[in-house]
């Protein structure tokens, strides 16, 4: 069965700093791994994604995130975060070995401190 | 190019009635899905459908059923409504049914069952 985690509920971060939003998941066969963000009362934007290959894949608006194999993990990061960055984040992931449908992670909020 | 589109916004139901949510593709998407997001939490998928035929289906009872058009586009039907039923209910389209396919979403329809 597959899952993620998100095992912070709210990052605080400084304007300028890098961020890091993290995620971990679990699945039978190889993963494909997927971020988006929520802006309030809007659905969810697609930021980026992994399917194999390069273990660092870059996305929109600045957003790269890395994939890890041996710690089952998928964090989020940016450089220098923006004000304009502040929003819900969700991690979500598909496998082969069942449904075709992406299981999200409970969310973190990400808050950027002017 | 148009993105994915739903309506209405949101919508008052008191329990027992029945709901109907629509959802217009993205142009040139022909697979659609649909997800549960109750408060504070991560989307849940309800079921997707490809091509006209449900070809997936999460943990929901079969008072949730739903059809896609000809043309792409989709309804969420929703019978016998309770009150566990209120919710942020997200259509999101994609390119094709392959597990690498992200999801475009619209911005939801928000349901409150009273």
């Known amino acids: 069965a597959q899952s993620v985690a998100q095992p912070e509920d709210q990052v605080n971060v400084a304007e300028g700093n890098p961020l890091t939003v993290k995620c971990t998941y679990s699945v039978s066969g190889n993963p494909y791994l997927f971020w988006y963000v929520q802006y309030p009362n809007r659905g969810l934007q697609f930021l980026l994604k992994y399917i194999t290959g390069d273990n660092l894949v870059k996305g929109s608006y600045g957003f790269e995130a890395e994939f890890n194999k041996s710690q089952t993990s998928f964090h989020l990061k940016k450089p220098s975060a923006l004000v304009s960055d502040s929003a819900l984040y969700f991690c979500a992931v598909r496998d082969k070995s069942g449904a075709n449908n992406l299981f999200f992670g409970t969310g973190t909020r990400l808050t950027v401190i002017p | 190019e148009t993105g994915v589109t739903q309506s209405p916004t949101h919508l008052i139901k008191t329990r027992g009635q029945q709901v109907t949510l629509r959802c217009s593709s993205q142009?040139?998407?022909?697979?659609v899905s649909w997800y549960q997001q109750a408060l504070g939490q991560g989307p849940q998928f309800i079921f997707q459908?490809?091509?006209?035929?449900?070809?997936g289906r999460g943990n929901f009872p079969p008072r949730f059923s739903g059809l896609q058009f000809p043309n792409y586009s989709s309804e969420l039907n929703v019978n016998a409504l309770e009150l566990d039923d209120s919710a942020l209910y997200l259509c999101a389209s994609s390119l094709d049914s392959s597990y690498t396919s992200p999801l475009h979403f619209g911005n939801g329809t928000r349901l409150t069952v009273t």
């Open positions: 459908y490809y091509r006209e035929e449900e070809n």
């Open positions: 142009s040139g998407h022909n697979t």
